[in-house]
């Protein structure tokens, strides 16, 4: 799981860096720049899913653990 | 229950749900409306002022015509000049002896639609009720502008997003202790420890989305209302429930003996949710005065939203806050159910 938030973060990141000057850039400079809070409120969103997913496998394999 | 609790298909729907709601709510621009009307200058019989619009479009509009007009009078504008998309320099010729002081502005254009400033605009004048019918303006159908929006209202403006956000964390809240309702019944009924781990995961998770209902809100009210704190019987009603369900957990800590404490907890839990429905259900709608929409004879956010835009985001966002409440309940209750398991064990 670590790997897996390490390799979205590295995503995120080759992103913005690959990012200068293109397409997406100017995406997220328009329109009074409400795309940046829109990734901003889909970032804390997606680790929130994921961190209550890890803890859900977790609890899975603890409740795993007890009935066998 | 088990076994829909250890699936994953509708966690991830919910949070795609979820997902696909806050974008619509962020994304969504708002209405075109007029912000105000500036700089009202009176010489003789001309009246100059300038307009401010907010997300309107004079600049790639057509058909632009402005006036001012109370009951049954209307004047138009004799000069209109676009400075860019949100203003206007406007120039009226008034009568002598104008029918009222107090006039709306309106603005009508082929893109925004029809806005008005209601009783916008204060005129300085020999004053002398008429009931002539002067209409000014010709060909205009008062339309609504075409795209997808949200309602554009005064004070709110785009604080009216945080109903997708607000409001929803009550809805998970009232969700969340309903169940626990009705497993404290069920725990009555069955005795099953189960219910009881049902009931306390359901009120704690509730409590999350309590304390975040309560300061978002508060929040909220400092820009719209101008108080953190207002003396509103819904508010007031909303801590004083969250306070009662706090004492829950203070109950059950002060009970030694497992089978009593789930049995006394669970009634205290069925009482807590009577207490909490009339707090803040029954006692706000008879107050006799209270800031919230839709309670006492307040309009409720339908009344601004004619065409139920909002209502499609706003239900699709709550949806998704459930089942992310459940979900996060679905975790607290599995982890109680493995400590006692482990309890049992030793």
């Known amino acids: 799981m670590n790997k897996m938030l390490l390799l979205i973060f590295m995503l995120f990141f080759s992103l913005f860096i690959s990012a200068q000057g293109n397409v997406m850039e100017e995406y997220m400079y328009s329109s009074g720049k409400i795309w ?10 997606l680790l929130i899913f994921m961190y209550l997913w890890k803890m859900d496998k977790k609890i899975g394999r ?5 009935n066998s | 229950m088990e076994k829909l609790i250890r699936q994953s298909w509708w966690k991830i729907s919910g949070i795609l749900v979820l997902a696909g709601a806050l974008l619509f709510a962020m994304k969504t621009p708002l209405s075109p409306g007029i912000l105000s009307i500036e700089k009202v200058e009176q010489a003789e019989q001309t ?3 300038e307009l401010i619009g907010y997300n309107s479009h004079f600049m790639t509009s057509n058909g632009l015509q402005v006036w001012i007009q109370n009951d049954a009078h209307s004047y138009c504008s004799k000069d209109l000049e676009i400075i860019d998309d949100s203003h ?12 009222s002081n107090l006039f709306s502005v309106v603005l009508n254009d082929d893109i925004d639609g029809t806005l ?10 020999n004053v002398e009720p008429s009931d002539g019918n002067g209409k000014c303006y010709e060909q205009v159908k008062l339309t609504e502008h075409g795209y997808f929006s949200m309602p554009y209202r005064t004070i709110l403006y785009e604080t009216i997003r945080n109903l997708n956000f607000h409001v929803p964390m009550w809805f998970a809240m009232i969700f969340l202790t309903l169940f626990s309702f009705v497993t404290a019944i069920l725990y009555l009924v069955k005795s099953d420890p189960r219910y009881d781990d049902m009931t306390v995961a359901a009120i704690h998770v509730a409590m999350l989305f309590a304390i975040c209902g309560l300061s978002t809100g508060a929040l909220w009210a400092r820009f719209t209302w101008g108080a953190f704190w207002t003396d509103d019987p819904q508010l007031n009603g909303a801590a ?6 706090l004492a829950y957990f203070m109950l059950r800590r002060s009970v030694n003996d497992p089978d009593k404490r789930a049995r006394l907890s669970a009634v205290y839990a069925i009482f807590a949710f009577i207490m909490f429905y009339v707090f803040l259900k029954v006692i706000p709608s008879m107050a006799e005065f209270s800031l919230h ?5 307040n309009p409720s956010f339908k009344d601004y ?8 985001v706003f239900r699709t966002a709550t949806a998704g806050w459930i089942i992310l409440s459940f979900w996060i309940f679905s975790l607290r209750y599995r982890l109680l159910t493995i400590e006692r398991k482990r309890l049992d064990h030793e």
Do not use: Q, W
Request: glycine residues 6%; negative net charge; aromatic residues 8%.
């Open chain 1, 36 to 45: 940046v809070a829109i990734s901003v409120l889909f970032l804390i969103l």
């Open chain 1, 62 to 66: 603890m409740e795993d653990e007890f």
């Open chain 2, 47 to 49: 009246l100059s002022f």
């Open chain 2, 88 to 99: 206007l320099l406007i120039g009226i010729d008034l009568p002598e002896i104008l029918p």
């Open chain 2, 116 to 125: 008005a400033s209601l009783d916008g605009i204060f005129i300085k004048g």
């Open chain 2, 240 to 245: 004083i429930s969250t306070l009662i369900y």
């Open chain 2, 293 to 297: 929409p839709d309670t006492t004879d």
């Open chain 2, 305 to 312: 939203d004619i065409e139920g835009k909002l209502k499609i």
